[in-house]
Each structure stands twice: as C-alpha cells, then as structure tokens.
Nanobody, 115 residues
Framework: QVQLVESGGGLVQPGGSLRLSCVAS????????LSWYRQVAGKEREFVAL???????NYAGSAKGRFTISREIAENTAYLQVNSLKPEDTGVYYC?????????WGQGTQVTVSS
C-alpha cells in the first residue's frame, strides 16, 4: 500500500525558513516522480516543484528562487526547502507521487507564516 507522509510544517515568522519532508512508502522501487503542491487561502491547489528519480527538477515559475526541492533516493524521501517565507505562503503543502500512470497524495502539512 502506497503511503506519503509529509512533515516539517508549522508556524514561522516572515523571513524564516522551513524544510518539509515527504516519506514515500509502498513503492516497489524508487522510480516515482515526487512533487510538492500547495493550497493557499482562496486558491486552488497549485504545483510548486517536482523531482524525478534521475534527479531532474522542475519548478513552478513562482517557486524559483525561494524553493528548493531535493530527494534522498535511499530513504525514498523528498524535501522542500522554503526560504524567505511570506505570509502569502501560508497554506497546506502536499506531497504527490506519480509512477506508471498512478497518482498518489499525502494528507498535507500546514505551513503558517505569521508574526
């Protein structure tokens, strides 16, 4: 059974940083593409960044510069480093995994940016 578990969210002051983690389990190998999405207030869930099993990375235009995605293949874990956080970054951050046409979601981790 595939499971994605996010962690690392929380309350942070503007200008701060967070490192979100997504542990993927239940896959037969590490070929899944892992992605981060987020849903901020008043908006639909939006793509942030993805990392393929070969290390190829793609960012949403709005994510370039402050967001860094990485992956630990041996631990089947993806990370999202977010720097210079802004109040408008507040929302739920979701991990997504895609493999051979199947699509999986985690339950999300809440990020709140507030002073």
């Amino acid at each position: 059974q595939v499971q994605l578990v996010e962690s690392g969210g929380g309350l942070v002051q503007p200008g701060g940083s967070l490192r979100l983690s997504c542990v993927a389990s239940g896959f037969p190998d590490s070929s899944a593409t892992l992605s981060w999405y987020r849903q901020v207030a008043g908006k639909e869930r939006e793509f942030v960044a993805l990392i393929q099993s070969n290390g190829a990375i793609n960012y949403a235009g709005s994510a370039k510069g402050r967001f860094t995605i990485s992956r630990e293949i041996a631990e089947n874990t993806a990370y999202l480093q977010v720097n210079s956080l802004k109040p408008e970054d507040t929302g739920v951050y979701y991990c997504n995994a895609r493999r051979t046409g199947s699509n999986y979601w985690g339950q999300g981790t809440q990020v709140t940016v507030s002073s």
